[in-house]
């Protein structure tokens, strides 16, 4: 694992603890409950241990989200849901 989230539940940004070789790219893509992509992030890793807030997300609906996150050839998924 690469990544941990801090909190699964967000309001308007995610907290990213990115534990990865620097020099790496992480691609992350926001999804809704219907598959449907809300965001991408691309990224450039500079230290092995970062940490990223992705802000921004305080438009979008209240519900549950896929976070699909992939660095290289390593992919992992995660669960969350936008809370008021």
């Not at 092995?48 to 997300?57: D, I, S």
Request: with cysteine.
């Amino acid at each position: 694992m690469f990544a941990t989230i801090k909190s699964s539940n967000f309001i308007d940004a995610l907290q990213l603890q990115l534990t990865a070789p620097k020099g790496n790219h992480l691609r992350g893509v926001l999804k809704d409950d219907t598959g449907c992509v809300c965001r991408t992030l691309e990224k450039n890793i500079a230290k092995e241990k970062e940490e990223l807030t992705w802000a921004g997300l305080n438009d979008l609906p209240y519900g549950r989200y896929t976070l699909e996150l992939s660095q290289g050839g390593d992919e992992m998924k995660m669960n969350l849901v936008k809370r008021v």
